[in-house]
């Protein structure tokens, strides 16, 4: 069972490269120092009140993601390669957005079928024909990884609007520098504290023109009720921002405005954590209480920056998804350097036809899922499972994308009985502004139940320190 | 020909209210078929943006009024001289792709009796030419809702009118842009204004009607309600996926109490008063 996966510490030979300088700490670690640490690093983690939110479960609905202590490390030769291929991704998935939202070049030239991006939901009418500053439509990119062998990472997909989780890569390193000091003193481990600053300095960048002064930038969240609030506060601390609710803000005239006591503040970019359908309820729903009346006039005539752009979620549909190494070539004129998970598309009928007859092994996907809600698992799933999702299948194909099951490579985690090999995943944060900007790290999602290949925190998953070893 | 428009919407509060926000396309659209002599939208106290054209070519701008006050009267008026191009949207800048006017929302999505009514409309005409099925299809629209003020409301979506078998022009618009969409072709709801009389008596003149993208002919003007394409008549205004995506104030109050509305919209053609 165990060879069918890439093992990231152990490969035939023995011991991988990266994590030779690991071996003596966990070995030399007894049990009960074990038990002790893990109870340290959860009481950091309350401490901090770094907690998602889960609501209608009962219980507490503060959650911790539980937390594992073996970090995940890469070395530097392994990062530079991910990273030039997240970096070219990132710049591919923008090129794309400020092109469909202009003339449309990659739908003329046939590369991409013009009903998948302008029916899309997610492409915004509203927007068309505006350029936001710089062209950047997502300046946080969120790619999702996995690795199925040493050379083998599979992208399975972007996150072009808000991705979350960053908190996660900077606290996890926080808490493991809190317990194991010693770790870091050995081992040349790149830092990633460095990423608010990067993406402050990304979001003054996208400063409107008209802003003729240090950009004032804010967080707007949607509030404490919401899963990732934590993580909105965090980042606003760190980089020294206001956190606004919509209530805190209003438009006047040509710009947007933040109450204060000393009276209104112009404000210039909008770090926003709510999505399009809630920015402003007299462009889009009207009902939403979230966010501020009269923005996206504001924003369409230059007057304040949204980041990520409204209708930049249409470059990470998954259905458009399939098409992004296209656009690599297409815009960049590059060969792509990360390569995406073959996607059987439901929509069509051939490939409908493949993914119902091998429904068993593949792996299911709502269109517009996400959390690993509403998805199948073939392997894993018992055949009264595979027949009620393929009858919702067969309801709707256009609702579903299909990909093989992928060996998820496995990293050292510690269970009850020591250490076992748990599946993982990968997502970095790519910050797009004047510069592309990438933080040696990454947040690592783990299965902790054996054998499973779902990583979601809301299905049990935990999360991972991750190591980037600098160069000597 | 020359027409003027007068058009006052007033707001009443009950109780004053905090403040209140509303984004305005009440600007007539720049094409071939209507161009503004003069045009003025004052709103006494409040603060007006600087307008801006949005994607679809629409006239935008905010006003907004943030002191407490219990009414808000927004005045429209000006002079537009227009000329008859069969309903044929030309010279019309707009950056919107027509392919994402093939989308519906739940105020246009088509039920089983829009289903029916396309499907008979079209019957032994399904490879016919754009022109001739967007006429077949406006004309059941027309036949399908016998023009009926108070059957249906500001909210009646396409599915509730056709049920209701009645209803006025932002209805006929919302059912011909769900039965455009069955059959394929782009859609969007048009808000206007009409000079519906013979004489040059001012009268109530708020209107909408559909647009369609036809092959070969762009976007072609189909007002339902009067059986006919948009002539010199019409006044555009702005698009929009349906009546409120479309519609010619969005606002918000803070601090809301009830409400009530008074519009009044006159439009006289000028020529013929200056005829008489």
Known sequence: ?472 | MILTVLHKTRYEFAAPVRGIIQSLRLTPAKCEGQRVLDWSIDVPGATMSTPFRDGAGDYLQTVSLRAACDNIEITVSGRVETFDTAGILRGHRERVPPRAYLRGTIRTEPNRAIQDLVADALKGHEDAADLDRAHRLAAAVSQALPYTPGATDAHTTAAEAITAGAGVCQDHAQVLISCAHLAGMPARYVSGYLNATEDSSPHEASHAWAELYLDGLGWVGFDAANQCCPNDQYIRLGSGLDAQDAAPIRGLVSGGSAESLDVSVEIAAQEQRQQQ
């Open chain 1, 1 to 472: 069972m165990a060879e069918q996966y890439f093992n990231e510490m152990y490969d035939g030979q023995g011991l991988r490269a990266p994590y030779q300088m690991l071996e003596g700490w966990y070995q030399n670690m007894p049990a009960e120092i074990r038990a002790v640490k893990q109870a340290e690093a959860e009481g950091l983690f309350r401490r901090y009140g770094i907690t998602f939110a889960v609501y209608g479960e009962g219980g507490d609905p503060d959650r911790l993601i539980p937390f594992d202590m073996f970090p995940r490390v890469f070395t530097s030769d392994e990062w530079r390669k991910l990273e030039r291929g997240i970096k070219q991704r990132a710049r591919a998935l923008n090129a794309f957005l400020s092109d469909v939202y202009d003339r449309g070049e990659i739908i003329r030239a046939g590369r991409i079928p013009a009903d998948l991006v302008y029916r899309n939901e997610a492409y915004e009418i509203a927007v068309a024909g505006f350029r936001p500053p710089l062209g950047i439509f997502s300046h946080i990119v969120g790619i999702d990884l996995v690795r199925t062998g040493a050379d083998q990472f599979y992208v399975l997909e972007d996150n072009c609007r808000t991705p979350s989780g960053v908190s996660y890569m900077l606290e996890n390193r926080e808490v493991m520098m809190r317990m194991f000091p010693h770790l870091f003193q050995e081992n040349r481990v790149a830092p990633v504290d460095g990423y608010a600053r990067l993406l402050k300095r990304t979001l003054d960048s996208v400063a409107p023109e008209k802003c003729e002064r240090d950009p004032k930038v804010v967080l707007l969240t949607p509030g404490h009720y919401n899963s990732a609030y934590y993580e909105h506060s965090f980042l606003a601390d760190l980089m020294g921002i206001e956190l606004v609710e919509g209530q805190d803000l209003f438009v006047e005239g040509d710009f947007c405005w933040m109450r204060t006591t000393e009276g209104p503040q112009k404000v210039d970019v909008i770090y926003r954590r709510i999505d399009d359908a809630f920015l402003d309820p007299l462009c889009f729903r009207p009902d939403s209480a979230l966010g501020v009346p009269g923005l996206m006039n504001v924003y369409r005539s230059g007057g304040v920056t949204i980041c990520s752009a409204p209708g930049a979620g249409v470059a990470d549909d998954k259905a458009i998804y399939t098409y992004v190494p296209e656009m690599v070539r297409f815009y960049l004129g590059e060969a792509p350097i990360l390569e995406n998970v073959p996607t059987w598309q439901c929509a069509k009928p051939d490939e409908l036809k493949y993914v119902q007859e091998n429904i068993a092994d593949l792996v299911i996907k709502e269109v517009h899922g996400s959390g690993g809600y509403g998805m199948l698992v073939g392997p894993k799933s018992d055949k009264a499972t595979i027949e009620t999702f393929a009858a919702k299948l067969a309801a709707n194909p256009s609702n579903y994308i299909a990909q093989p099951t992928l060996a998820l490579s496995t990293c050292p985690t510690f269970v009850e009985e020591g250490i076992a090999p748990r599946h993982v995943d990968l997502r970095p944060y790519c910050l797009v502004g004047r510069d592309i900007e990438l933080v040696p790290g990454a947040l690592t999602r783990v299965a902790l139940t054996e054998g499973s290949l779902v990583v979601n925190s809301s299905q049990g998953g935990g999360v991972k320190d991750t190591w980037v070893i600098a160069e000597e």
